[in-house]
């Protein structure tokens, strides 16, 4: 009896121990794994709240202060070098050389303000320290999303949008987190921010690799799971913010606040992970995935070459659409161009709008809670765009045909209308201004990214997504900076009030005209590209990755039929043991029986 119970004890354990394998094994575990980077992943968003100590800690002016700021958002939005790393090393290596990156920008920046150093930086120091740790996020962007988008291939866009929105809401979780953890201490918060999006990269780089293995019939419906807890996190975040823009917390509170977030954001997605890998746990216990995994952390092989990789050979000679491009084929191609075209108009304008939220409220009037409300609002809406287009596109690509690029083309169109508000200042408009561009802007960069993936293949996506978010910063510069910012100071002279402030709508009516007039262009232009691809997205774009996906489920097949002999055979050999120990144990009692007639 007792043997008998330590077998079953055993058992269990040999159990749990293998279902524990296999779920770190596992393609959902991974993009859990990727989720968890993505959270952390948002210090560029959080400039706001530790730049009053970078300024006066070290003496800046408001000029010196916004050069420290442009090299923050010139590193954020430069992940060319982090795509060309993922072409040549695996994705672990891009992880590590993110966190790397990111504990150096932020930790310098951190002995800067705190004067752990015996002088005081050069600016030039401080902008290398900030455009190093804003140019780490692009590696973890593009280890573990790109690597995800690859493991996903028929489920790109739900992806890419949860992913991207989740980006959205990391500075959320992270003010979250940091009010918990260091109460108001802004300074604490930049070591915080030079130790968090290091770890998480780290203890997750195993998990981040290519895993091939067919689709599963409910894979959308795993997602939408994901889905409902980010909106349920989204929502319980945009009502937090707002009582504490109402309402002083104590530090209690922000721990209670703090604690429903990281529950939200990490157990109970772990436990939609548990669940649906022990149903896959209990119903392929004889396959061998194993065998399609790479390796948790692969050797360093060169996977190409630059020279390969710039080559200008067949330049001209584009591949189908949807095949994999050559990284200048694509770059050159008239596809990009008119894409590059209409998102710097687009995302450009919308980038100026929330750049100048706060001096627009200030201008028309507005108290300083609601432009703390107004920048709450174009972050959830922002998130919750990047979520609904994933999925809308998704639904309408698979059910309908529709071309992702007429969506696009549909949310440039309608951005224009938060602009036009901005203008004419309508009376409470920017409430609604606020929504509409943080919803548009969250839409346009999570359908640019996957449509670049499903016009010029996964190859060499981890370039090309970042060439494509290029876009971002120079329209940034045209229509923030040489428009935007041109306009307003010239108005602000016009009045006359001394300084360079400007009171009234006309402050930014002729720039957001302008803006309005570039975006419809940039809808226009996006026209064109919805007739060039009409005939693409009218096929089964997806094809080649169910051929695939048909390829691996019959090597399972096969695999597991190689699998079930030798179990066979074990049980067998088990069964034999069983019996010999039985034999014995008779053979035993027999002889103590004749022993004891003998006495």
């Not at 055993?10 to 279902?19: I, L, M, P, Q, S």
């Not at 800067?112 to 930086?121: D, E, I, Q, T, Y």
Request: charged share 15%; glycine share 8%; aromatic share 12%.
């Amino acid at each position: 009896m007792v043997m008998s119970k330590f077998n079953c004890i055993d058992a269990n354990w040999r159990e749990v121990k293998g279902f524990g394998l296999h779920l770190l094994d596992s393609r959902w575990f991974m993009f859990f794994a990727t989720l968890l980077i993505m959270s952390v992943n948002g210090s560029s968003y959080m400039f706001a709240l530790y730049s009053n100590d970078i300024k006066s800690s070290l003496g800046y002016d408001q000029t010196t202060l916004n050069l420290v700021s442009f090299f923050k958002d010139l590193g954020g939005n430069l992940g060319v070098l982090a795509g060309l790393t993922y072409e040549v090393a695996p994705p672990w290596i891009v992880l590590l050389s993110g966190s790397i990156m990111n504990f150096f920008g932020f930790f310098m920046i951190w002995l800067s303000v705190s004067h752990r150093f015996g002088a005081k930086p050069h600016v030039w120091q401080m902008c290398l320290y900030m455009l190093i740790g804003a140019n780490s996020q692009s590696f973890p962007n593009t280890g573990a999303l790109v690597t995800c988008v690859k493991n996903f291939p028929e489920s790109r866009g739900v992806v890419i949008g949860l992913l991207k929105g989740l980006i959205g809401l990391s500075g959320a979780i992270m003010t979250q987190i940091y009010h918990a953890v260091n109460g108001d201490n802004t300074k604490a918060l930049i070591l915080l921010l030079a130790c968090l999006p290091t770890i998480v990269p780290i203890v997750f780089i195993p998990t981040i690799r290519i895993i091939k293995i067919a689709r599963p019939e409910n894979e959308l419906k795993v997602f939408h799971s994901f889905l409902y807890i980010l909106l349920v996190l989204a929502g319980f975040i945009m009502v937090t913010i707002i009582i504490q823009n109402k309402l002083r917390f104590t530090r209690s509170e922000y721990i209670a606040t703090a604690l429903v977030v990281v529950v939200l954001s990490l157990f109970i997605p772990l436990a939609a992970v548990i669940k649906q890998e022990l149903n896959i746990w209990k119903g392929n216990k004889l396959q061998a995935l194993d065998a399609h995994y790479d390796q948790a952390i692969p050797a360093l092989n060169v996977k190409t070459n630059f020279l390969t990789l710039f080559s200008l050979k067949n330049v001209s000679k584009k591949p189908e659409r949807g095949d994999d491009y050559a990284l200048l084929q694509a770059i050159f191609s008239i596809d990009m161009l008119i894409l590059f075209t209409a998102t710097t108009c687009s995302i450009g304008g919308a980038l100026a709008a929330i750049d100048n939220m706060g001096q627009i409220g200030k201008a028309l009037g507005y108290p300083t809670h609601s432009i703390a409300s107004f920048i709450s609002l174009i972050s959830i809406w922002n998130f919750l765009g990047r979520i609904v287009a994933g999925f809308a596109s998704e639904i309408f690509l698979a059910k309908y045909k529709v071309p992702r690029p007429l969506l696009l083309t549909l949310v440039i169109l309608f951005s224009c209308i938060g602009y036009l508000l901005i203008a004419f200042a309508v009376h409470n408009s920017l409430y609604f201004a606020s929504i509409i561009i943080g919803f548009c802007l969250g839409a346009q960069l999570s359908l640019l990214v996957t449509i670049i993936s499903e016009l010029f293949g996964l190859k060499h996506y981890s370039t090309l997504y970042n060439v494509g978010s290029v876009s971002s910063p120079i329209g940034s510069y045209i229509f923030n900076v040489r428009v935007a910012g041109r306009l307003y100071d010239r108005e602000a002279l016009k009045q006359g009030k001394g300084g360079l402030n400007c009171i009234g709508a006309r402050c930014y009516r002729v720039a957001f005209v302008t803006i309005s007039a570039a975006t419809f262009f940039a809808c226009i232009v996006s026209i064109i590209l919805v007739l060039r691809t009409k005939n693409f997205y009218q096929g089964d774009i997806y094809n080649k990755f169910k051929d695939e996906a048909e390829h691996i489920e019959n090597s399972d097949v096969s695999l597991t039929i190689d699998c079930v002999v030798p179990m066979k055979d074990m049980e067998a050999k088990a069964n034999t043991g069983r019996a010999a120990v039985i034999d014995v144990a008779a053979e035993k009692e027999h002889t103590s029986n004749a022993t004891i007639d003998r006495r």
